[in-house]
Each structure stands twice: as structure tokens, then as C-alpha cells.
């Protein structure tokens, strides 16, 4: 027992305040990189990174050889891969250490959303006000994974949900009409932005570009995408790499009560369940 804790006593003596110093340095650097990819798809990918970083530990630990030999192969080119994998990031990381803004502790909390059942009624409003009119449009609802790669390829807004600036967005021939709303709790934070295209090969080849977006961004996401086809008017609901087709009114409505007011759902699985997704997709654009 005391040559366990006389390593540990031995290493407290001999700490000091340079040590305190170097602690601190190291926390804002992990919190400057917390920061910068948790609104990103690429925090998924550093997780997993993690994970083999903690399985190559353990391996060794364990005295596996075989696997030992793998993870020491496999690791040397992970600086590789990160340069490649968050060349995004990488970018905006040192635009912001240009501006002078790398270790900025001013964040933005998330909006709780007072007027719920207004927003509600506004999106429902304008999605089936387009709905009629055929206008095609997709509707990207950002929730736990950030989306900030997606937001850089359109036009920030931070407005105010309206029906009749969503329906002026989408209306035909206008600057935005063409790609993807993001919307953020109480905000349409960005228009016109490109999604990533599904490669799913169970997608009818006769489903348009919004559609095959909409599953990319679910796909690789948690948020909730409604689409209106352009051709016939069909509102279409996609989920978790899943399209859900022939959403109605009421449907629609509950797909944005599960968003914007969730504890009026069903406590044991939520409204979202009853919609029972099938693996396959309809046959309109």
C-alpha cells in the first residue's frame, strides 16, 4: 500500500504553480475545441477517434499483441485523416484566431421558445399554404447535432418565424428558393443552404434533389427535415435516414408539437413513434 500512494505523494510535493498554469492552458485549449466542433457533424468523428485512442490503451493494458500492432499501424495516420476529415473546421479556427476571437467565453444560450404554439402555427401555415400552391421547399430543424458546416453554405438571417417570409423564401424565381431553410428553436437562422445528397440506394430515381437532401442531412443528423415537393404538392416528413411520405395537416402538426412543445407528447415513446417509419420512400419528386 505505500509504494501505491508514494508515486502520488511524491508528484503533489513537487507540484507548483507552473504546473496550475499548464493545467489551465490545456482547459481552454479542450474547451476552444469543444466549442468549435459541438455545433459540427465532426464532433461525431472525434468521438469515435476517442474511442480507438481508449481501445489502443486498453489493448496494451491487456498485453494483446495483434491488436496492439493494429492500433499503432492505424494511429500514425490519424493526423492525416484529421486534416482531412475537418478541413471546415480547421479553416474557421484559424479565421477566428485571425480576428482575435479563439478563446471568446461569450456564448449564445439556447432560446427557450415562450410562443410555442405561435411558431406552430406559422411553420403548419406556410408549409401547407405552399403545400397548395406547389412551391417546393425544405425545412431543416436543427436540435442536438449542430449544423454550422450546412449553415457556411447559404445566407445567415436570424429572423423571426413567419409564414410569410418562409413563403417568400421558397416563392419561385427568388435568390433563396432553391436550397434549405435551417431553423433553430424561435429562429430561421440561414437560407439557401446546401445539404448533403443521400446515397441510398433504395431512393426511387424518381425523387428530386429536396428529397434526396433531406435524407443526407437525416442521415447524418438528428434533426427534422419537412419537404413540399414542387410537382404535386406532397408534404414529406424525414427522420433518422428515413422519408416518411403523405404528411398531412395533422400529422404536420404533430411532427412540430414533438419539436417546439415535446412535453405534450406521449411521456413512454412520443407522438414521433406513431408515425411507425417504413424503409422506403415514395415515387413523386
Known amino acids: 500500500m505505500t509504494d501505491f500512494w508514494e508515486p502520488l505523494k511524491n508528484s503533489l510535493m513537487a507540484f507548483n504553480w507552473m504546473d496550475v498554469i499548464d493545467i489551465i492552458v490545456v482547459a481552454l485549449i479542450l474547451y476552444w475545441l469543444i466549442k468549435l466542433l459541438a455545433k459540427t457533424r465532426a464532433i461525431r468523428v472525434l468521438i469515435g477517434l476517442g474511442v480507438i485512442l481508449i481501445l489502443a490503451r486498453i489493448f496494451v493494458a491487456m498485453g494483446l499483441q495483434t491488436a496492439t500492432w493494429l492500433m499503432n499501424a492505424v494511429i500514425p495516420a490519424g493526423a492525416i485523416v484529421i486534416v482531412i476529415l475537418f478541413q471546415p473546421e480547421i479553416r474557421r479556427a484559424l479565421e477566428a484566431l485571425g480576428r482575435g476571437k479563439i478563446f471568446s467565453f461569450a456564448t449564445k444560450s439556447q432560446i427557450e421558445v415562450q ?12 408549409v ?17 447535432t449542430g449544423l454550422a458546416d450546412v449553415l457556411d453554405s447559404g445566407t445567415m438571417l436570424d429572423a423571426e418565424i413567419s409564414s410569410e417570409l418562409i413563403e417568400n423564401i421558397f416563392y419561385p424565381n427568388t435568390p433563396l428558393h432553391d436550397g434549405a431553410m435551417i431553423l433553430r428553436d424561435d429562429r430561421i437562422v440561414a437560407a439557401g443552404c446546401f445539404l448533403p445528397l443521400s446515397d441510398n440506394k433504395q431512393v426511387a430515381q424518381e425523387l428530386g434533389t429536396r428529397h434526396r437532401a433531406s435524407l443526407g442531412v437525416s442521415e447524418v443528423s438528428d434533426a427534422y427535415i419537412i419537404v413540399v415537393s414542387e410537382e404535386k404538392g406532397i408534404i414529406s416528413f424525414a427522420y433518422d435516414g428515413v422519408l416518411k411520405r403523405f404528411i398531412d395537416a395533422k400529422a404536420l402538426k404533430e411532427i412540430l408539437e414533438e419539436l417546439y412543445m415535446p412535453q405534450m407528447g406521449n411521456k413512454e415513446q412520443g407522438k414521433l413513434a406513431s408515425f411507425k417509419f417504413k424503409r422506403k420512400v415514395g415515387d413523386d419528386k
Open 115 to 126: 410562443n410555442a404554439e405561435h411558431i406552430i402555427e406559422e411553420i403548419s401555415r406556410a
Open 128 to 144: 401547407l399554404n405552399m403545400s397548395k400552391q406547389k412551391v417546393g421547399a425544405i425545412l431543416v430543424f436543427e436540435r442536438k
